[in-house]
């Protein structure tokens, strides 16, 4: 289980950061729930608002680590990770970007549901900062 399901988590990141949103949205269940930057997203199009307002001159990496199952009940499990994240001036092509280091561990508490006839997906994420970096570029 833990396998498929931090597939999933890996795909939702990696398309924040290629800013593949609709590969992002098709992970999520059509009324999921995204707790981001202290605002909880309540449907696919207030999801899909927040992504495409993120600054274009900024790109972001999350890595992920410490994955487990914390519930698992049929069709319901929960996911709990660890996720830092590192934000730097978008870089031009053949540039290789710089950080100054990561800005943020945030624990991540992914509540996946899976409907009949779909893998599965995110119905809930809560996003909460669990130690702000000490000389991280904001």
């Known amino acids: 289980m833990l396998p498929a399901l931090t597939q999933q988590l890996h795909r ?3 398309g924040m950061d290629t ?3 609709e590969d992002m949205l098709a992970l999520f269940t059509d009324d999921a729930r995204w707790l981001r930057q202290g605002q909880w997203l309540v449907g696919k199009p207030a ?3 927040a992504l495409r307002a993120r600054p274009a001159d900024q790109d972001t990496r ?3 680590s410490n994955a487990h199952v914390a519930e698992l009940d049929g069709d319901h499990a929960v996911l709990e990770a660890c996720m830092t994240a590192y934000r730097y001036p978008a870089a031009t092509e053949g540039v290789l ?3 100054t280091g990561p800005l943020r561990l945030n624990r991540t508490t992914t509540v996946f549901r899976r409907d009949p006839g779909q893998d599965w997906r995110i119905a809930e ?3 909460v900062p669990a130690l702000d970096l000490a000389g991280s570029a904001s």
Do not use: V
């Open 12 to 14: 939702f990141f990696h």
């Open 19 to 21: 800013r593949r949103y």
């Open 47 to 49: 999801i899909e608002a």
């Open 62 to 64: 999350h890595l992920m």
């Open 97 to 99: 970007p710089t950080s």
């Open 125 to 127: 994420q809560r996003l």
